[in-house]
T-cell receptor, first 112, second 118 residues
Framework: DQQVKQNSPSLSVQEGRISILNCDYT??????FLWYKKYPAEGPTFLIS?????DKNEDGRFTVFLNKSAKHLSLHIVPSQPGDSAVYFC???????????FGKGTSLLVTP | GAVVSQHPSRVICKSGTSVKIECRSL??????MFWYRQFPKQSLMLMAT?????????EQGVEKDKFLINHASLTLSTLTVTSAHPEDSSFYIC??????????????FGNGTRLTVT
């Protein structure tokens, strides 16, 4: 039962443009959401997070938006760079300190 | 920042043998570590939660006798795949949270272990 869903397996964006990665979740108990970036044969690297008390969190080129009523979050990368090409995982947890539930990932390709 | 080290990065073994994977927190102590598994083009699936000094908690469908977890110290957890079979071939990743970074600190992941059972 996939509680975190990333419905786009891949996304291609031109360098300099905005990348928007989407994530939906079904468990209304989730209150902490994260985005991870992963390269092949490596573990995920933490990018940015947001708690359910906020609707936006920004860190440099990365912004995460949370819409609790729609159970939807998105990651915006602007401007996109070729080095951003990787698989991006959305993750969520129901309580602080608990394990994370992951989506299947979206493979982002940023072309020069 | 918090670092989690995992070893080995890649292992090939014959069917029926056992393989041990180590996960270490390098600059923090972790009373809890999480073991995940990822199949190709799939999400990371939680296998078990490793608790220092006590038994691991396994997710539904994960055989505790096959995937032995030992968390003997605050910086080391091991996952042993016993009597490995080809269907156990997967990417195994451990993770831990630095308790000193606050309640909502992110999980930090090791670089994973690619297990291939022939």
């Amino acid at each position: 039962d996939q509680q975190v869903k990333q419905n786009s397996p891949s996304l291609s964006v031109q360098e300099g443009r905005i990348s928007i990665l989407n994530c939906d979740y079904t468990n209304s108990m989730f209150d902490y959401f994260l985005w991870y970036k992963k390269y092949p044969a490596e573990g995920p690297t933490f990018l940015i997070s947001i708690s359910s008390i906020k609707d936006k969190n920004e860190d440099g080129r990365f912004t995460v938006f949370l819409n609790k009523s729609a159970k939807h979050l998105s990651l915006h990368i602007v401007p996109s760079q070729p080095g951003d090409s990787a698989v991006y995982f959305c993750a969520a947890s129901a309580r602080s300190g608990y394990a994370l539930n992951f989506g299947k990932g979206t493979s982002l390709l940023v072309t020069p | 920042g918090a670092v989690v080290s995992q070893h080995p990065s890649r292992v090939i073994c014959k069917s029926g043998t056992s393989v041990k994977i180590e996960c270490r927190s390098l600059d923090f102590q972790a009373t809890t570590m999480f073991w995940y598994r990822q199949f190709p083009k799939q999400s990371l699936m939680l296998m078990a939660t490793s608790n220092e000094g006590s038994k691991a908690t396994y997710e539904q469908g994960v055989e505790k006798d096959k995937f032995l977890i030992n968390h003997a110290s605050l910086t080391l957890s091991t996952l042993t795949v016993t009597s490995a079979h080809p269907e156990d071939s997967s990417f195994y990743i451990c993770s831990a949270r630095d308790p000193g970074s606050g309640d909502n600190s992110p999980l930090h992941f090791g670089n994973g272990t690619r297990l291939t059972v022939t």
